[in-house]
């Protein structure tokens, strides 16, 4: 079982209020990446990160902002909450992010924007 | 525009029988395509995968069916078992990034 930890488990939020959901690895592991899973539309990545300090934007980047400023930590943080941002969350670690690395998923964040 | 298509919600079959969960791909820049396994309140847990030069690869009761040629995949459980009763979502990547791309997903149920 990859060491994936997501914080919290489960959030309500207010729309307009901002909110920072984390991911913790304990793999030490290099690529890590932000899923939102939605009825109708699977996986969407929203952010992915290559390395401390290294991200970049995925198909729904859209009033998404992360950081990473240690290898082991991955922050998604919605400046401004809607409910459209409805959703459940999922961080997932790669090694190396190559064809031999398939991603590993924590257990997701369901949060609900009211 | 969806890349990866799973266009079966969902599939119910009865245990011991084959289950096929099939895929389409319109991007022919893919080459490399996954099967992801979910439980409810788990997140997705990697199951097979297979490269675009291969047309099929095995593992136990897993099978994976790559036709380039109609960019279709089909994952093959044979016998299926109550316990594969979960969202099987396909995935497929491209040399340029290994970042996947995943399909709606479908929901397999397995009758005892």
């Known amino acids: 079982d990859a060491g994936i930890t997501q914080s919290p488990r489960h959030k309500v939020t207010e729309t307009g209020t901002p909110v920072t959901l984390r991911c913790h690895q304990t793999?030490?592991?290099?690529?890590m990446y932000w899923y939102r899973q939605d009825p109708g539309h699977g996986l969407r990545l929203i952010h992915y990160?290559?390395?401390?300090?290294?991200?970049d934007k995925g198909e729904v980047s859209d009033g998404y902002s992360v950081s990473r400023s240690k290898t082991e930590d991955f922050l998604l943080t919605l400046e401004s909450a809607t409910s459209s941002q409805t959703s459940v969350y999922f961080c997932a670690i790669s090694e190396s992010g190559g064809r031999n690395s398939p991603l590993h998923f924590g257990n997701g964040t369901r949060l609900t924007v009211t | 525009d969806q890349q990866v298509k799973q266009n079966s919600p969902s599939l119910s079959v009865q245990e011991g029988r084959i289950s096929i969960l099939n895929c389409d791909y319109t991007?022919?820049?893919?080459?490399?395509f996954l099967w992801y396994k979910k439980y409810p309140a788990e997140g997705p847990t990697f199951l097979i995968s297979?490269?675009?030069?291969?047309d099929k690869n095995e593992d136990g009761r897993f099978t994976v069916f790559l036709n380039k040629s109609a960019k279709h995949l089909s994952l093959h459980i044979v016998p299926s078992q109550p316990g594969d009763s979960a969202v099987y979502f396909c995935?497929?990547?491209?040399?340029?990034?290994?970042?996947?791309?995943f399909g709606r997903g479908t929901s397999l149920i397995v009758h005892p």
């Open positions: 991007n022919s820049m893919f080459d490399y």
């Open positions: 297979i490269s675009s030069i291969k």
């Open positions: 990160s290559y390395g401390v300090k290294d991200t």
């Open positions: 793999e030490n592991h290099r690529y």
């Open positions: 995935a497929a990547s491209s040399g340029g990034s290994y970042i996947p791309t």
